[in-house]
């Protein structure tokens, strides 16, 4: 049902949770094959692609989930990650813009593209799977 498939060279640019959102909700600001900008997964819009632009979003973006009003200070515009030190949703910010913006939920895996994040996670199922 993805409409980019994992080969796709377009798939590479795009955070994982963002793909799910352009491919399974056919988000319309994805234009042809390239990624023109970044975009907020939670409330829907377009952001600045200057860091201290996407800082704010993640600050006030009234669509994100800020159960902990602490912890969910700033939320990752992206994914779910979620801190209260703007310092570590910096550095959290520059692994999705940079060139390994694929990220791991469960560890600090981080990957260049999304078919490499596949393979790990199924890495952690294996896991999962021995335990229980
Ligand atoms: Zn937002
Ligand atoms: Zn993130
Ligand atoms: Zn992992």
Redesign the pocket.
């Known amino acids: 049902m993805c409409q980019f498939p994992v080969v796709d060279f377009t798939c590479y640019l795009i955070p994982i949770e963002l793909h799910y959102f352009i491919c399974v909700k056919g988000y319309l600001g994805f234009s042809g094959s390239v990624f023109t900008g970044i975009f ?6 377009n ?1 600045s692609s200057n860091l201290r632009d996407i800082l704010e ?1 993640c600050r ?5 989930q800020r159960t902990d009003v602490l912890k969910h200070k700033y939320v990752c ?1 992206a994914c779910s990650y979620a801190t209260y030190y703007n310092g570590n949703m910096k550095n959290h910010i520059r692994i999705h813009l940079g060139d390994r913006p694929f990220i791991c939920k469960l560890c600090n895996y981080t990957a260049t593209r999304k078919t490499h994040l596949n393979v790990h996670m199924r890495n952690h199922e294996k896991k999962l799977n021995g335990i229980f």
């Not at 907020?40 to 819009?45: A, L, T």
């Not at 006030?60 to 994100?64: G, K, R, W």
């Open positions: 907020c997964v939670h409330c829907n819009s952001i979003h006030l973006c009234s669509f994100m515009y």
